[in-house]
């Protein structure tokens, strides 16, 4: 894997996603200098962290040796994952007030969806 790896190209894709390296090392745990070794080519991740790290930044590791483009929307996919690690301060109970409310716009989603696919079929 060492003959493969390259930091740079991890460096260029956490840098399109609008991440730090910071908090890309906090959303995976580990410490920024720990991620900065592997973005200058000084260490080389574990395929676990390097895993972890990709799925952050919602690429897999195929696509991201193959250097394939993920599927989604990485703008909206960074944004979220920024959202998402600023829950984190929240107490257990915010985030689980938050998480019903989440569940409940999602539902009110579908059901006005719903609504327009049923007025434009009648």
Known sequence: MERYFDGNKL???RKSKGLSGRQLASMVDISQSYLSQFENGK???DVNILG???SKLGVDLSSFFAGQEPLQNDS???KLLQF???CRNL???EQKAFLELINKLIELAKTIE???IN???S
Do not use: F, N, T, W
């Open 114 to 116: 719903q609504s327009k």
């Open 84 to 86: 998402m690690e600023s």
């Open 11 to 13: 460096k260029q894709l």
């Open 76 to 78: 909206l996919h960074a």
């Open 43 to 45: 260490s080389v991740p």
């Open 91 to 93: 107490s257990i109970e």
């Open 52 to 54: 972890s790290i990709l």
């Open 119 to 121: 007025k434009d079929g």
